[in-house]
């Protein structure tokens, strides 16, 4: 039961101390999907990013992709966890 109960968890929305939403004028149209092995370009990172909505698709972001969004809770800072795939998400 516990297994059931974190993987529901862990595949449901995204709460708003984790969420990010990109800044005015920018947006993801230009960043592709990733593959099977990750990223085309290896100074990208296969990611998740978590939107107000939900999780993105797996799509490829340099390390600097904080800078293009920010916080849902303007409290919380931008940051990208490393990992296959990686989360891009907000923390204290």
Known sequence: MFSVLAVCASSCGVSEDEAVRP????????????GSFGCVNPYQYCAEVFLEF???????????????????????TCALFDGFPAQVKCID
């Open 54 to 76: 939900g999780r993105s698709p797996p799509i490829c972001v340099f390390d600097d992709v904080c800078e293009r969004l920010e916080c849902v809770n303007s409290n919380r």
């Open 23 to 34: 800044r005015e004028g920018e947006g993801f149209s230009d960043a592709p999907y990733c």
